[in-house]
């Protein structure tokens, strides 16, 4: 069976960084793409950045483009998720997920979501 572990989160002042790390485990990990997404009480879980299986292509939300960078490592099965220039609004549970069909924003794609990570950013 698949398993994601997210880790890395933690409280950081804003303008710090983090990096957040996503394990994965029982499945084939160069055949998914990967995203990362958040949520906060109260609010549907939204997309922060996705990288495809193929090419490594990568995609940013609009809030985070320029200050986050999406990675993988398939030799560690491993999607990192580099958060620099933080701000109180990035506060949320971050979500990493697997996909075998595609990328993108779309929840309903991911077939397999790890653990939440928690990021708070104190202004």
């Known amino acids: 069976e698949a398993q994601l572990q997210a880790s890395g989160g933690g409280l950081v002042q804003a303008g710090g960084s983090l990096r957040l790390s996503c394990e994965t485990s029982?499945?084939?990990?160069?055949?998914?793409?990967l995203g990362w997404f958040r949520q906060t009480p109260g609010m549907e879980r939204e997309g922060v950045s996705c990288i495809d299986r193929v090419a490594g292509r990568t995609d940013y939300s609009d809030s985070v483009k320029g200050r986050f960078t999406i990675s993988r490592d398939n030799a560690k099965n491993r999607v990192y998720l580099q958060m620099n220039n933080l701000r109180p609004e990035d506060t949320a549970v971050y979500y990493c997920?697997?996909?075998?069909?595609?990328?993108?924003?779309?929840?309903?794609?991911?077939?397999?979501w790890g653990n939440g990570t928690l990021v708070t950013v104190s202004s």
């Open positions: 029982g499945l084939t990990f160069d055949d998914y793409s």
């Open positions: 997920a697997a996909s075998i069909s595609s990328s993108g924003f779309d929840v309903d794609v991911y077939d397999y």
